[in-house]
Structure formats: structure tokens, C-alpha cells
């Protein structure tokens, strides 16, 4: 019998989308990003908001650090769509739903969903079922990590031109790998056509998080170790710049919560702010 858990989204990816929600339902106006997506097809209780991890105060940091890393990117990918790029492959997708908010998009970008075979299937079904349909530039490439599948030879399987270049991104998954599984994601990546980009998350040591995100930053890891998915790898920003020219990239760029801050929440009603020594990005280009 196949169990539940390999069929519906996992729970960060499910929380992420209703912290996307929740953005708008509770920050002042304007939203930094605009996505109920996820929310329409998880569908959840009536009563969602009232969850601990929903809370809006005490989530408020990690809501914003969570639509501020989105909305980088997607600007990211329109900045490099418009440079002639026209591949955007995302590990570990989740309930993203960029092809569903820019379907004008459908004759100049080919999207690239990699994740596991069960929550694909329900992504896809749950599309289906409400109406957005999945269309011909959106491809989902399942792929069983645990079964040693590679990403790399699935992305080629499913129309990916190894020979063009692309916007690859991961969010959220590399606190979850060994640096030796880290380093092998970043020289795959490194190893595409000239003019690629990477953006992915790291996590910064818990330590040097400030005391108003410590907290939930330490639930969250004592939660992630509880359910068998413990956080592993930490880096500070420049230990992660290095570490990606040594894996492959030519050029390693850190983009900053405050660097964040600035370009997305200055003069907010609200205050609202992603938190300083978090989780933060690197951009790397091949």
C-alpha cells in the first residue's frame, strides 16, 4: 500500500505555500509577491490560519525571508529571459507556481519541475482538477532521489538541452544535504552551458542568527530533526562563496537579507523584513 506521505506535498513545501497566502491576507499593502496558488490547491481546513505555524507575528520574519528569496528570483529569471535564456529548471519544486502566474510567458520560457514521482502526481492532478491545466512549456521530470536517480539524466529525458543555457534553482534543500551531496549538486550545475545561472538557499549557523529569528529557527531544526530530515549543512556567506568557485563556478555572488531588504521592503507600512543571517542566497554563473 502506498503510503500517504509519498503521495502529498511534504510539509515545508505545503507551509511554504500558505506562508505565500498568508502574505496577503496579513502584511500591508503592496505584496512583495502575489501567490494564492498554493492555497487553491492544497485547499487546507478552514481553520489553517490557526496552526502554530501560521501564526502571524511569530512568523512574520520567515514569511517575509520565504516571499523576498521568491520574488529575487523570479525577477532573476526575467532578467535572464531577457539576456536569451530560455530553460528554468527548479529542484525540488514543490507547490511553485510560477507557470501558473505567468502564463505569458508560454512562448519564451520552457519550465523544468524536478521532485518526487508521488507529489508530482498530486501537483498534477490538483492542476488539473481546478482548472489550470499543465501545458506544453511545463514539463514535470520526476525523479526518486532516495532510489540514486539522477536529476541531471531525467532533465534530458524530459526535452532539457544540455547545450543551451538556464536558470536552475534551490530553495530550501541545502541545509537538508551533506557538503560532499552539496558539492556534487553545484559541480552538476557548474557543468552546464556557458551563461547558466544557479540560485540557491543556505542556511547560515544557527548561532549567528539574531535573537528575535533564533527561536523559530531552532523549532524549526529541532522539528526537522524529530521527522528524520535533520539540518546538516551550515554556512556562513563566505564559506559558500568559496565553496561554490571550488565546485565549479566562475563567478559566486551573495545576496543579503538587507540586500533584500532594500530592494523589495524599504519604506513598508509594516516594517516587514526577511531577518539578517538566516537563510540567504547565492547566485553563481557558469
Given amino acids: 500500500m502506498t503510503d500517504p506521505k509519498d503521495i502529498a506535498p511534504d510539509s515545508t513545501a505545503a507551509r511554504v505555500a500558505l506562508w505565500r497566502a498568508l502574505h496577503l491576507e496579513v502584511d500591508a499593502e503592496p505584496p512583495v509577491l502575489a501567490d494564492d496558488v498554493g492555497l487553491r490547491l492544497l485547499d487546507p481546513p478552514d481553520d489553517w490560519r490557526e496552526r502554530g505555524d501560521m501564526h502571524a507575528l511569530f512568523t512574520r520574519p520567515f514569511r517575509a525571508s520565504i516571499i523576498a528569496r521568491a520574488r529575487y528570483i523570479e525577477d532573476l529569471v526575467m532578467a535572464q529571459m531577457r539576456r536569451g535564456v530560455?530553460?528554468?529548471?527548479?529542484?525540488?519544486?514543490?507547490?511553485?507556481?510560477?507557470?501558473?502566474?505567468?502564463?505569458?510567458?508560454?512562448?519564451?520560457?520552457?519550465?523544468?519541475?524536478?521532485?518526487?514521482?508521488?507529489?508530482?502526481?498530486?501537483?498534477?492532478?490538483?492542476?488539473?482538477?481546478?482548472?489550470?491545466?499543465?501545458?506544453?512549456?511545463?514539463?514535470?521530470?520526476?525523479?526518486?532521489?532516495?532510489?540514486?536517480?539522477?536529476?541531471?539524466?531525467?532533465?534530458?529525458?524530459?526535452?532539457?538541452?544540455?547545450?543551451?543555457?538556464?536558470?536552475?534553482?534551490?530553495?530550501?534543500?541545502?541545509?537538508?544535504?551533506?557538503?560532499e551531496a552539496n558539492a556534487a549538486t553545484l559541480r552538476e550545475v557548474a557543468s552546464l552551458a556557458s551563461g547558466s545561472t544557479l540560485a540557491m538557499t543556505f542556511l547560515l549557523p544557527l548561532e549567528m542568527a539574531g535573537a528575535d529569528v533564533r527561536p523559530g529557527l531552532e523549532m524549526a531544526e529541532k522539528g526537522a530533526r524529530a521527522s528524520g530530515t535533520p539540518f546538516i549543512s551550515f554556512f556562513t556567506p563566505q564559506d559558500m562563496m568559496t565553496f561554490a568557485k571550488t565546485n565549479g563556478f566562475e563567478h559566486a555572488q551573495h545576496v543579503s537579507a538587507d540586500a533584500l531588504t532594500e530592494r523589495y521592503f524599504a519604506n513598508r507600512s509594516d516594517g516587514l523584513r526577511p531577518p539578517a543571517n538566516a537563510e540567504e542566497l547565492l547566485i553563481a554563473t557558469t
Avoid: C
Wanted: charged share 20%; net charge negative; glycine share 8%.
Fill in 86 to 179: 530560455r530553460q528554468y529548471v527548479i529542484l525540488g519544486a514543490g507547490l511553485d507556481s510560477f507557470a501558473q502566474r505567468h502564463p505569458e510567458l508560454a512562448t519564451s520560457l520552457t519550465i523544468f519541475e524536478v521532485d518526487r514521482p508521488g507529489p508530482q502526481r498530486w501537483k498534477h492532478d490538483r492542476l488539473i482538477a481546478l482548472g489550470y491545466g499543465v501545458q506544453d512549456w511545463l514539463h514535470f521530470v520526476p525523479v526518486d532521489f532516495e532510489a540514486g536517480q539522477s536529476w541531471r539524466d531525467a532533465l534530458t529525458q524530459h526535452g532539457f538541452n544540455a547545450q543551451q543555457p538556464a536558470v536552475i534553482v534551490s530553495t530550501g534543500v541545502s541545509m537538508y544535504l551533506t557538503r
